[in-house]
Structure formats: structure tokens, C-alpha cells
């Protein structure tokens, strides 16, 4: 599994931007997949913002991040969203999506692919 990150950009604070994260797949398809989206401030360690279970069933969100961001997915099109609203100065960092067929893992961040980053910078 290939994943792309995209969305990324400069917002001032109580704006919003969308992530999505695009999946290449070979033999098991996307929707098998649980896909969590993670991020890393400078000098902290990673952490995870939000995570969607193979079929939308199931969501999980840091509490940071509750009522603020919502994850979504489009299986037809291989792709998870993170839709981030009401966004703060200490939501910068550079946002990751990791997928694995054991939906643990997209939140543990011991998930088996990952895609690159995309920073977030979100101004004051």
C-alpha cells in the first residue's frame, strides 16, 4: 500500500483546511484497510489525531482534537479525509496517515504503511 498526504498549508487560527490521504493498492483493496492520521510538532513526539475503521463504522479522535476535526472516507476513490476546523496555533505539526489491517494499529501507530507528511501551519 502507497499512501499520498496532501491538503496541507498555512491558515490562521479558527480557519480551516482538509487532509486528504490517497492509497495505492495492490491485491487487498482500501477498504480493508483501518487508516489513522497522526502528527508531529517540532521537538514532540508523534501523536494520533484520528482514526476510521474499514467501513466508517467505527471513528476515534484525540481528545484534543474532538468536536474540532472529523475523519471520513471514500472507498470508491482509496481515500481517508481529515477534515479540520476551528484550528489553534498547537495544531501545527506535520500531519502523517498510516493504514493497516488491524485497526489497533492506526491509532497505536504501529501501523504498516504510512505516507509522507504534510505540514499544517496554523497561525495566530
Known amino acids: 500500500v502507497q499512501l499520498q498526504a496532501s491538503g496541507g498549508g498555512l491558515v490562521q487560527a479558527g480557519g480551516s483546511l482538509r487532509l486528504s490521504c490517497t492509497a495505492s493498492?495492490?491485491?487487498?483493496?482500501?477498504?480493508?484497510?483501518?487508516v489513522g492520521w497522526f502528527r508531529q510538532a517540532p521537538g514532540k513526539e508523534r501523536e494520533s489525531v484520528a482514526a476510521?475503521?474499514?467501513?466508517?463504522?467505527?471513528?476515534y479522535y484525540n481528545d484534543s482534537v474532538k468536536g474540532r476535526f472529523t475523519v471520513s472516507r471514500d472507498n470508491a476513490k482509496n481515500t481517508v479525509y481529515l477534515q479540520m476546523n476551528s484550528l489553534k496555533p498547537e495544531d501545527t505539526a506535520v500531519y502523517y496517515c498510516?493504514?493497516?489491517?488491524?485497526?489497533?494499529?492506526?491509532?497505536?501507530?504501529?501501523?504498516?504503511?504510512w505516507g509522507q507528511g504534510t505540514q499544517v501551519t496554523v497561525s495566530s
Open positions: 493498492t495492490s491485491g487487498r483493496t482500501f477498504s480493508s484497510y483501518a
Open positions: 498510516a493504514a493497516d489491517l488491524v485497526p489497533d494499529r492506526a491509532v497505536d501507530g504501529t501501523a504498516e504503511y
Open positions: 476510521i475503521s474499514r467501513n466508517s463504522g467505527t471513528t
